[in-house]
């Protein structure tokens, strides 16, 4: 009979890997035979379970303003007061941990920025924005996941303000044969990807209800803070600086309070749908 089996982080650690993920059966094989599940008497009831990481990444700050609003309004308070408020709020639950990739008003390269999410092993990453376009009229909340190209020409901008530098390294899987570390590098991407993906979809169905959104709200390019290759990563636009409206909005604590209720109510949703697919695949 072929049986499906879950590899947990222990067992991929012990082989070189840094990622949790499903694997085929026919891979299993190439990894360890120790993947086996233990017979059902012998199995312990599951321990409770921790509070899950998650990274939250206040854009830009120290010398780096990011946008600067009509009114004088700097993107880099912004994303702080916001990711501030995430924070309480998701940790208030009891189910998460988090931890900023910064707690102040201090520079930090986007690399390390990374580096950081990985340091945790964050379980998700969120960069939270308030970026600026050339056109004031434009306004609303928007998500972006990692993409080789950006999905249109306004994006393509976006991306090419927030990035200052570039770095990928993809996950490590010394001790593995090259064959099998190509197969699981591949794999984790992919996973990661979908993640992200799931991620942003939460996200837009979230934050549509409680705040004004792009017309398509949901995009791509080549974020260098969205290129963690396995941890599922998004980059928040909860609105432009450069419109007034929005600028106003962000500018009050109640509506940061409302736009970090929909962000834990996403993710929120995130976990819920991937406790799910644990159980069926279980």
Known sequence: MTRNYTVSRRLLLGAGVKATFLLPTTLIADLAAAATPAPRHARRAPAARPPRLVVLDPGHGGKDPGAIGISGTYEKHVALATAFELKRQLEASGQYHVELTRARDIFIPLEHRVEI?????????????????????????????LGAHASDAQTRELARRENSADRFAGPDFQG????????????????????????????????????????????????????????????????????????AALRRPAHRVQVAQAMKHAVDAYFAAADQGLRVAG
Request: no cysteine; glycine share 6%; aromatic share 4%.
């Open 117 to 145: 999410a990985e340091r945790h092993r964050a379980m998700l990453f969120v960069s939270m924005h308030a970026d600026a376009l050339s056109d004031p009229r434009v306004r609303g909340a928007s998500i972006y996941t």
């Open 176 to 247: 593995t044969s090259p064959e099998v570390a190509e197969i699981l590098a591949s794999l984790v991407q992919h996973e990661t990807r979908v993640g992200s993906a799931r991620l942003a979809h939460d996200l837009v169905g979230a934050l549509g209800p409680r705040v004004p959104l792009l017309s398509n709200p949901t995009r791509h390019a080549g974020f260098v803070v969205l290129k963690a290759a396995d941890i599922p990563s998004v980059l928040v636009e909860m609105g432009f600086m450069s419109n007034r409206q929005d600028e």
